[in-house]
């Protein structure tokens, strides 16, 4: 996400790929609940992946506000969408990856000469991870 300030009460925010102009208070929720998702998957080898696939799924609930003729995301429609999408902390994904060989699959690992994973095992444990959201 990058932002780009107008002026004092709106800025202008690019998630993935997409321009919202977005009132100040808005863009500071959803960048500390874009920051605490990114912490949960910090230690994912494939955190990049899986952050840009959120990243996509935020900005399609942004478009689909935008859609009802509403031209700038309100700190209310940050709300919404944190309500639609959910909160996921730490403890619950580290607990899960210890009972789920696919999840286990994404969390680095110590060894560098670990094969890479099985393009269905990431499939599955990237399912899983986005389960814990929606």
Same mark, same amino acid.
């Given at each position: 996400?990058?932002?780009?300030?107008?002026?004092?009460?709106?800025?202008?925010?690019?998630?993935?790929?997409?321009? #919202?102009?977005? &009132?100040?208070?808005?863009?500071?929720?959803?960048?500390?609940?874009?920051?605490?998702?990114?912490?949960?998957?910090?230690?994912?080898?494939?955190?990049?992946?899986?952050?840009?696939? #959120?990243?996509?799924?935020?900005?399609?609930? #942004?478009?689909?506000?935008?859609?009802?003729?509403?031209?700038?995301? *309100?700190? &209310?429609?940050?709300?919404?969408?944190?309500?639609?999408?959910?909160?996921?902390?730490?403890?619950?994904?580290?607990?899960?990856?210890?009972?789920?060989?696919?999840?286990?699959? *994404?969390?680095l690992i110590e060894?560098?000469?670990?094969?890479?994973?099985?393009?269905?095992?990431?499939?599955?444990?990237?399912? #899983?991870?986005?389960?814990?959201?929606?």
């Amino acid at each position: 996400m990058k932002s780009f300030k107008n002026n004092k009460e709106q800025i202008s925010i690019c998630i993935s790929g997409v321009i #919202f102009h977005c &009132e100040h208070d808005a863009s500071m929720i959803l960048t500390a609940y874009l920051d605490e998702v990114r912490s949960c998957f910090a230690n994912f080898r494939e955190r990049e992946v899986i952050l840009s696939d #959120f990243e996509s799924k935020v900005s399609e609930v #942004f478009l689909e506000t935008l859609n009802n003729g509403q031209q700038l995301i *309100l700190a &209310e429609d940050v709300r919404t969408m944190i309500q639609r999408l959910g909160h996921i902390d730490k403890e619950t994904l580290e607990e899960s990856a210890d009972t789920d060989d696919n999840l286990d699959e *994404l969390l680095l690992i110590e060894d560098t000469k670990k094969k890479p994973q099985s393009p269905s095992k990431f499939t599955n444990a990237l399912n #899983f991870a986005f389960s814990l959201f929606f």
